[in-house]
């Protein structure tokens, strides 16, 4: 039966219940599938790198077994890999097994570092930098067709870290650089197109666990807004003297 009454003055004081309408999407949602923007968040590699570190304690050796850890995170395994062998790359995890790593803790970043400021030095890490600005300048990053093995099939996440933090502690200030300038030092000029992107797909993974570790930060430079990441941490000195394995 309905409430309404066929007398006007009744209806006028009859409340009536108003329906809040739903906020319009983001212009950014309209393009983005509804899986992708459910789940943009749990695949950035900082995210992951966060929660991983706001598990473990500040300086306490914790030994980590991935799948579990991956379980509880609610995250890939892959990536959580990834985090992982960024850490490991400077020293704040060990790997003791296939599945299992052992947290070092913050203290051994550090040390880290002076020792890559020192094998910076020794690989000559300015030249190449300026070698390939100019290159990147002149537009001479050949994306050539050819089948040789190339240095990135010899990298592995770790070692590829390990290359990234070298450029960024010889940087001048502002210490910023951009991922395709790194990726000819780190790379050299001779890649196809597709190995290119793979490469710099890669170099993004590692920024992103170097940001929620401190060290970074993306930054956007130019005109043209490129993308590049900015180095955050203390400055590290040389010291001369033995390199320490």
Same mark, same amino acid.
């Given at each position: 039966?309905?409430?309404?009454?066929s &007398?006007?003055?009744?209806?006028?004081?009859?409340?009536?219940?108003?329906?809040?309408?739903?906020?319009?999407? /983001?212009?950014?949602?309209?393009? +983005?599938s509804?899986? #992708?923007?459910?789940?943009r @968040?749990?695949?950035?590699?900082?995210?992951?790198?966060?929660?991983l %570190?706001? +598990?473990?304690?500040? #300086?306490?050796?914790?030994?980590? @077994?991935?799948?579990?850890?991956?379980? &509880? %995170?609610?995250t890939?395994?892959?990536?959580?890999?990834?985090?992982? &062998?960024?850490?490991?790359?400077?020293?704040?995890?060990?790997? %003791? !097994?296939?599945?299992?790593?052992?947290?070092?803790?913050?203290?051994?970043?550090?040390?880290?570092?002076?020792?890559?400021?020192?094998?910076?030095?020794?690989? #000559?890490?300015? !030249?190449?930098?300026e070698?390939?600005?100019?290159?990147a300048?002149?537009?001479?990053?050949?994306?050539?067709?050819? +089948?040789?093995?190339? #240095?990135?099939?010899?990298l592995?996440?770790?070692?590829?870290?390990?290359?990234?933090?070298?450029?960024?502690?010889?940087?001048?200030?502002?210490?910023?650089?951009? %991922?395709?300038?790194?990726?000819?030092?780190i790379?050299g000029?001779?890649?196809?197109?597709?190995?290119?992107?793979?490469?710099?797909?890669?170099?993004?993974?590692?920024?992103?666990?170097? /940001?929620?570790?401190?060290?970074?930060?993306?930054?956007?430079?130019?005109? @043209?807004? +490129?993308?590049?990441?900015?180095?955050?941490?203390?400055?590290?000195?040389?010291?001369q !003297?033995?390199?320490?394995?």
């Amino acid at each position: 039966m309905s409430i309404w009454s066929s &007398n006007p003055r009744v209806n006028q004081q009859i409340p009536r219940c108003v329906v809040p309408l739903p906020p319009l999407p /983001q212009e950014m949602e309209l393009f +983005t599938s509804p899986s #992708d923007l459910g789940n943009r @968040k749990e695949k950035c590699f900082q995210l992951v790198g966060e929660r991983l %570190l706001a +598990t473990l304690p500040r #300086d306490t050796k914790v030994t980590v @077994k991935l799948d579990m850890m991956a379980t &509880n %995170l609610q995250t890939d395994i892959k990536r959580l890999y990834t985090v992982v &062998n960024v850490l490991e790359a400077i020293r704040m995890m060990e790997r %003791l !097994g296939m599945n299992t790593y052992q947290w070092q803790g913050w203290d051994n970043m550090m040390p880290s570092l002076v020792w890559l400021r020192q094998m910076a030095d020794k690989q #000559d890490m300015v !030249g190449l930098l300026e070698i390939a600005k100019k290159q990147a300048e002149l537009a001479e990053i050949d994306e050539k067709d050819n +089948t040789e093995e190339l #240095d990135e099939m010899k990298l592995n996440c770790v070692m590829m870290t390990q290359k990234l933090l070298m450029l960024f502690l010889i940087l001048p200030e502002p210490r910023i650089i951009s %991922l395709s300038v790194a990726s000819c030092v780190i790379f050299g000029p001779l890649l196809t197109k597709g190995r290119r992107s793979s490469c710099l797909q890669k170099l993004m993974d590692i920024s992103q666990v170097l /940001q929620s570790v401190g060290l970074v930060k993306r930054v956007m430079v130019g005109s @043209k807004k +490129t993308l590049a990441f900015q180095y955050v941490w203390e400055t590290v000195k040389l010291i001369q !003297g033995k390199l320490d394995s």
